[in-house]
């Protein structure tokens, strides 16, 4: 039996090579499931242990003045390693500074097979979002009480190790096979392991029964429930048993929540009688719950599917593991369904054939074989739940771009994985559900392309209807960018490895027309060069466009304006490049096409394959016909430039008004349901309806209160001393702003969201708060400290005394519920930029009717904005907290007061930032008090 000795080292950095050394060497030795020997030890270092080493390991100077030297310690760490097989988290660290420091010393290096759980993690537990050691533990429930601690790491290591080689054990056999043909290429040498349990594990009569086999690869075996319906009682005295007894049954602490219930009846009146209802639901009305309910029951009582659409994939996400659990608990009987676009599933066609090729390092095979294991779990084929690597799911040669489905090489039942499609299953599932979730995304794609992936006629609720228009705006419009060709000189082959050119010859060869695809090959490479040199001189003429400093710009792309001729010009001989290379791409395919009778299904497949791409050819043309070569008045173009990589120059059509298009094609067709917190300015609805094509039309509207207390739970300052920033020089309004951040931090011990309107703004305050402010706090800055918006939330929510700096994304969709947020700050009042192109093309349609556009567009959009930012600070009836507006013209312009007006009832404190201050600590001592703060 092989034993394995699990490794943790503590070093004083990264590099032997720039004098670092161990500190902490732990071993635990592992035979079978059990662990059969523990060494620990301290290191003493010849130089001293850095701070942060300290601050990070906790092991201090004092600890180590009388531990052993590195050499004294050698012959223990043989003994350990010696005939036994080395396993570490992040074995490639661990393994090379260990035996870097060996030879130093003078001593053999350790040559053993080696085994990283990093690796092992990453495949056989391919949905986690994260596979470092701390997040394992915590997920695992591994005993790990000393992170950064050798001996502690080495143990949640071994007892992660026991649970992996378990986890491969319990695969079924096919699957096993396929891992180890791919772990050639792995860095953990686990090939013997694999041996050992393909023979231990054989052939397993449940392999068939709990997974479906097919073609070698093992998939999760779907089982269908099915509940008997029930005949239906009328909504309110089923509603009244809902409150009364199933809610405070499901929930342990349920408290009735009226406007909830209000909300209730007004979108199950709308759907019955067919009609458009406008609801802006206060936070914490719990409306998502107020929607599902009545949907479910009118799904269920008419036989008729209502369709819920949220603004991101993220929401449906959270819908379909939070919310409708809850409603199958009251509804035993409905049938929900989640529904996604066809590229966010994996095509299994696909990834068979990839499969099938020969290994080409460690990243394909590692996401060859997390797919397998995913395979054996997946109920959906999401590919979001997979946490491929980075590089393996970004970009169009990406490998989640070489597995997803696509519509043009989709061969129906032609395909021999048509019954197990998972795109397809979705659909069909559909087809029976009560509930069909889906995302704006999709919902405005299908309307577009006319797909007919949703139905067209049965009731649909839109939530988060504040983001309608832009994301509607988004999906009537097209893109052109260079990544769009990189699929077409990597894929195909030009100027890469040719492995689908190859496949494609191969094919070729096999139907006896060699000759004449190989003259076709040459003319495809030659149409591929010329469109790659026109390519190349429409990003020069772009980037010529940029007339200021900055890396990044955005301009305005006049069509018919005389300084865009020379880009017209080109852009005109890059279509007519991409026409020749399309018509030689159609040749091919039709003198292959003509044999595939007498292909076999794979031969069919690169075929398939091969009209793909040209479809790829031409959506691109099309796309370049559309943002630079024609003519529309409804629409606006506009150039993003990146002066610093011209491959990320993109250029963008959009229509300049989304109202008479969705009112033509969605809500004169169907009963609506528009449901946000934040839809009304001054209480009214007027903006939304002009913007969404409802004015004029009789819809209902309905604004719901927030159930919280405003009034007892928040204050609203506006320090009367903070400048404008048009007033003074902006070095001397980031220093004011930054002095106040600093001040006001203090009071509140951090807990402080502040939301700004600029990147540039952001930066330069962050860079001066740090200075002010004392230690022991922690600043996160978005765009600054790194990560995305998820991970620097969670860090703000674990961190005590963190402020975190937010643009953009940050003013919604955010939720950081009780202590960790006391305090908001609003640096200025979110209007949207005037030279942003569809805000401007906009602004100009408005005006040429007469109209202010400032009244009619900015100003409402940025109250609408504004009600989304205040709504981070209170989330639950125990939260607390201050507001802190430190934009002046809310209280100093005639258009302010809308901004007051569109808060719920909250006391505002007026007069300089010292008299704020004194309030705010009266008014947080206070809460802590009255124990608010403690139920917190």
Same mark, same amino acid.
């Given at each position: 039996m092989d034993t394995y000795v699990i490794v943790d080292l503590e070093t004083t950095g990264h590099s032997v090579k720039s004098g670092d050394e161990l500190i902490e060497f732990a071993a635990v030795v592992v035979q079978g499931s059990e662990v059969i020997e523990r060494y620990s030890t301290l290191i003493r270092p010849s130089r001293p242990i850095p701070p942060f080493i300290t601050q990070l390991t906790t092991i201090t100077n004092q600890d180590v003045a009388e531990a052993p030297t590195f050499e004294e310690v050698i012959p223990d760490i043989w003994k350990m390693l010696d005939g036994r097989i080395f396993v570490a988290h992040n074995v490639s660290f661990d393994l090379n500074f260990l035996n870097e420091s060996l030879e130093l010393a003078g001593y053999i290096p350790f040559q053993g097979r080696a085994i990283d759980t990093v690796e092992l993690a990453r495949i056989l537990y391919p949905t986690l979002e994260s596979h470092a050691l701390e997040s394992l533990a915590e997920t695992f429930n591994l005993v790990h009480t000393d992170a950064h601690r050798a001996l502690s790491d080495a143990e949640a290591t071994a007892e992660l190790f026991v649970r992996l080689v378990e986890r491969l054990r319990a695969l079924p056999l096919v699957t096993l096979k396929q891992l180890r043909r791919l772990s050639e290429s792995w860095t953990s040498n686990v090939e013997p392991l694999l041996d050992e349990l393909i023979i231990q594990v054989g052939i397993r009569a449940d392999d068939e029964t709990t997974y479906d086999i097919h073609r070698k690869i093992a998939l999760r075996r779907l089982v269908d429930t099915f509940e008997p319906a029930v005949e239906r009682e009328p909504f309110e005295p089923f509603l009244h048993r809902t409150i009364e007894e199933t809610l405070p049954a499901l929930f342990g602490q349920f408290e009735p929540r009226q406007s909830q219930f209000e909300m209730m009846r007004h979108v199950y009146k709308a759907l019955d009688d067919e009609a458009t209802l406008l609801i802006e639901a206060g936070t914490g009305t719990g409306k998502t719950l107020a929607y599902l309910i009545p949907s479910a029951h009118h799904a269920l009582e008419t036989k008729r599917p209502v369709v819920v659409s949220t603004h991101t994939i993220q929401l449906q996400e959270q819908l379909l593991t939070r919310d409708l659990p809850i409603l199958k608990a009251i509804f035993p009987e409905v049938e929900f369904t989640l529904l996604k676009g066809r590229r966010n599933y994996i095509d299994l066609r696909k990834f068979e054939m990839i499969l099938e090729e020969a290994n080409e390092g460690l990243l394909p095979a590692m996401c060859k074989a997390m797919v397998l294991v995913w395979l054996t779990e997946t109920v959906t084929g999401d590919l979001e739940e997979l946490s491929l690597p980075g590089a393996a799911s970004q970009g169009p040669a990406s490998f989640k771009r070489l597995i997803q489905a696509d519509a043009a090489s989709d061969f129906g039942r032609f395909d021999?994985?048509?019954?197990?499609?998972?795109?397809?299953?979705?659909?069909?599932?559909?087809?029976?559900?009560?509930?069909?979730?889906?995302?704006?995304?999709?919902?405005?794609?299908?309307?577009?392309?006319?797909?007919?992936?949703?139905?067209?006629?049965?009731?649909?609720?839109?939530?988060?209807?504040?983001?309608?228009?832009?994301?509607?705006?988004?999906?009537?419009?097209?893109?052109?960018?260079?990544?769009?060709?990189?699929?077409?000189?990597?894929?195909?082959?030009?100027?890469?490895?040719?492995?689908?050119?190859?496949?494609?010859?191969?094919?070729?060869?096999?139907?006896?027309?060699?000759?004449?695809?190989?003259?076709?090959?040459?003319? @495809?490479?030659?149409?591929? %060069?010329?469109?790659?040199? #026109? =390519? &190349?001189?429409?990003?020069?003429? +772009?980037? /010529?466009?940029?007339?200021?400093?900055?890396?990044?710009?955005?301009?305005?792309?006049?069509?018919?304006?005389?300084?865009?001729?020379?880009?017209?010009?080109?852009?005109?001989?890059?279509?007519?490049?991409?026409?020749?290379?399309?018509?030689?791409?159609?040749?091919?395919?039709?003198?292959?096409?003509?044999?595939?009778?007498?292909?076999?299904?794979?031969?069919?497949?690169?075929?398939?394959?091969?009209?793909?791409?040209?479809?790829?050819?031409?959506?691109?043309?099309?796309?370049?016909?559309?943002?630079?070569? @024609?003519?529309?008045?409804? %629409?606006?173009?506009?150039? #993003? =430039? &990146?002066?610093?990589?011209?491959? +990320?120059? /993109?250029?963008?059509?959009?229509?300049?008004?989304?109202?008479?298009?969705?009112?033509?094609?969605?809500?004169?067709?169907?009963?609506?349901?528009?449901?946000?917190?934040?839809?009304?300015?001054?209480?009214?609805?007027?903006?939304?309806?002009?913007?969404?094509?409802?004015?004029?039309?009789?819809?209902?509207?309905?604004?719901?209160?927030?159930?919280?207390d405003f009034k007892k739970q928040a204050k609203l300052f506006v320090p009367s001393d903070i400048p404008l920033i048009n007033e003074v020089p902006l070095p001397r309004f980031v220093e004011q702003i930054a002095g106040s951040i600093a001040q006001i931090a203090n009071v509140t011990k951090g807990r402080m969201l502040v939301l700004f309107t600029s990147n540039e703004l952001l930066r330069l305050t962050h860079e001066a708060v740090k200075d002010q402010l004392d230690e022991g706090y922690t600043l996160l800055a978005q765009g600054v400290s790194g990560g995305s918006r998820s991970r620097l939330t969670k860090q703000f929510k674990r961190i005590d005394q963190s402020i975190l700096f937010g643009t953009a994304s940050f003013w919604e969709g955010v939720d950081i519920p009780g202590e960790a947020l006391t305090c908001l700050i609003i640096v200025r009042l979110p209007f949207a930029p005037p030279d942003q192109p569809v805000m401007q093309a906009r602004s100009e349609k408005i005006e040429a009717t007469g109209k202010s556009s400032f009244f009619e567009l900015s100003l409402p959009q940025a109250v609408i904005r504004f009600k989304q930012g205040v709504g981070r600070l209170i989330r639950s009836k125990e939260d607390y907290g201050a507001i802190f507006v430190f934009d002046r013209r809310v209280e100093t312009t005639r258009y302010g007061k809308q901004f007051i007006n569109s808060l719920p009832a909250v006391d505002r404190i007026d007069g300089p930032l010292e008299t704020a201050l004194a309030e705010l600590e009266l008014f947080l001592d206070e809460k802590e008090k009255t124990g608010l703060g403690n139920q917190r």
């Amino acid at each position: 039996m092989d034993t394995y000795v699990i490794v943790d080292l503590e070093t004083t950095g990264h590099s032997v090579k720039s004098g670092d050394e161990l500190i902490e060497f732990a071993a635990v030795v592992v035979q079978g499931s059990e662990v059969i020997e523990r060494y620990s030890t301290l290191i003493r270092p010849s130089r001293p242990i850095p701070p942060f080493i300290t601050q990070l390991t906790t092991i201090t100077n004092q600890d180590v003045a009388e531990a052993p030297t590195f050499e004294e310690v050698i012959p223990d760490i043989w003994k350990m390693l010696d005939g036994r097989i080395f396993v570490a988290h992040n074995v490639s660290f661990d393994l090379n500074f260990l035996n870097e420091s060996l030879e130093l010393a003078g001593y053999i290096p350790f040559q053993g097979r080696a085994i990283d759980t990093v690796e092992l993690a990453r495949i056989l537990y391919p949905t986690l979002e994260s596979h470092a050691l701390e997040s394992l533990a915590e997920t695992f429930n591994l005993v790990h009480t000393d992170a950064h601690r050798a001996l502690s790491d080495a143990e949640a290591t071994a007892e992660l190790f026991v649970r992996l080689v378990e986890r491969l054990r319990a695969l079924p056999l096919v699957t096993l096979k396929q891992l180890r043909r791919l772990s050639e290429s792995w860095t953990s040498n686990v090939e013997p392991l694999l041996d050992e349990l393909i023979i231990q594990v054989g052939i397993r009569a449940d392999d068939e029964t709990t997974y479906d086999i097919h073609r070698k690869i093992a998939l999760r075996r779907l089982v269908d429930t099915f509940e008997p319906a029930v005949e239906r009682e009328p909504f309110e005295p089923f509603l009244h048993r809902t409150i009364e007894e199933t809610l405070p049954a499901l929930f342990g602490q349920f408290e009735p929540r009226q406007s909830q219930f209000e909300m209730m009846r007004h979108v199950y009146k709308a759907l019955d009688d067919e009609a458009t209802l406008l609801i802006e639901a206060g936070t914490g009305t719990g409306k998502t719950l107020a929607y599902l309910i009545p949907s479910a029951h009118h799904a269920l009582e008419t036989k008729r599917p209502v369709v819920v659409s949220t603004h991101t994939i993220q929401l449906q996400e959270q819908l379909l593991t939070r919310d409708l659990p809850i409603l199958k608990a009251i509804f035993p009987e409905v049938e929900f369904t989640l529904l996604k676009g066809r590229r966010n599933y994996i095509d299994l066609r696909k990834f068979e054939m990839i499969l099938e090729e020969a290994n080409e390092g460690l990243l394909p095979a590692m996401c060859k074989a997390m797919v397998l294991v995913w395979l054996t779990e997946t109920v959906t084929g999401d590919l979001e739940e997979l946490s491929l690597p980075g590089a393996a799911s970004q970009g169009p040669a990406s490998f989640k771009r070489l597995i997803q489905a696509d519509a043009a090489s989709d061969f129906g039942r032609f395909d021999p994985w048509y019954s197990r499609d998972f795109f397809t299953r979705a659909v069909l599932r559909s087809k029976e559900a009560d509930i069909i979730v889906t995302n704006h995304a999709l919902l405005f794609s299908d309307l577009q392309h006319q797909a007919g992936i949703l139905p067209t006629d049965t009731p649909l609720i839109l939530d988060e209807a504040h983001q309608v228009e832009e994301v509607a705006s988004h999906h009537f419009g097209v893109t052109f960018d260079a990544i769009q060709f990189d699929r077409l000189f990597k894929w195909f082959g030009y100027g890469a490895d040719g492995k689908f050119h190859s496949r494609v010859l191969g094919l070729a060869d096999l139907t006896a027309v060699a000759e004449e695809a190989e003259a076709f090959s040459k003319a @495809t490479d030659q149409a591929l %060069a010329r469109v790659d040199d #026109e =390519l &190349n001189d429409l990003l020069t003429a +772009l980037q /010529s466009l940029g007339k200021k400093r900055e890396q990044r710009q955005t301009v305005r792309f006049e069509r018919e304006g005389e300084p865009f001729r020379p880009i017209r010009e080109v852009a005109k001989r890059l279509e007519d490049r991409l026409r020749t290379l399309r018509t030689t791409l159609r040749q091919l395919h039709r003198l292959l096409d003509e044999h595939k009778e007498h292909m076999t299904f794979k031969q069919r497949a690169v075929l398939g394959d091969l009209k793909a791409f040209i479809g790829d050819v031409r959506d691109i043309e099309s796309v370049l016909y559309e943002t630079m070569l @024609t003519r529309d008045d409804d %629409a606006v173009s506009w150039v #993003e =430039l &990146n002066l610093a990589n011209r491959k +990320l120059t /993109s250029v963008y059509t959009q229509p300049v008004e989304i109202g008479p298009l969705l009112h033509e094609r969605l809500f004169a067709k169907r009963p609506t349901v528009l449901t946000s917190a934040t839809m009304t300015v001054s209480g009214r609805f007027g903006f939304i309806e002009r913007r969404l094509g409802l004015d004029g039309e009789d819809v209902r509207r309905v604004v719901l209160a927030s159930p919280f207390d405003f009034k007892k739970q928040a204050k609203l300052f506006v320090p009367s001393d903070i400048p404008l920033i048009n007033e003074v020089p902006l070095p001397r309004f980031v220093e004011q702003i930054a002095g106040s951040i600093a001040q006001i931090a203090n009071v509140t011990k951090g807990r402080m969201l502040v939301l700004f309107t600029s990147n540039e703004l952001l930066r330069l305050t962050h860079e001066a708060v740090k200075d002010q402010l004392d230690e022991g706090y922690t600043l996160l800055a978005q765009g600054v400290s790194g990560g995305s918006r998820s991970r620097l939330t969670k860090q703000f929510k674990r961190i005590d005394q963190s402020i975190l700096f937010g643009t953009a994304s940050f003013w919604e969709g955010v939720d950081i519920p009780g202590e960790a947020l006391t305090c908001l700050i609003i640096v200025r009042l979110p209007f949207a930029p005037p030279d942003q192109p569809v805000m401007q093309a906009r602004s100009e349609k408005i005006e040429a009717t007469g109209k202010s556009s400032f009244f009619e567009l900015s100003l409402p959009q940025a109250v609408i904005r504004f009600k989304q930012g205040v709504g981070r600070l209170i989330r639950s009836k125990e939260d607390y907290g201050a507001i802190f507006v430190f934009d002046r013209r809310v209280e100093t312009t005639r258009y302010g007061k809308q901004f007051i007006n569109s808060l719920p009832a909250v006391d505002r404190i007026d007069g300089p930032l010292e008299t704020a201050l004194a309030e705010l600590e009266l008014f947080l001592d206070e809460k802590e008090k009255t124990g608010l703060g403690n139920q917190r």
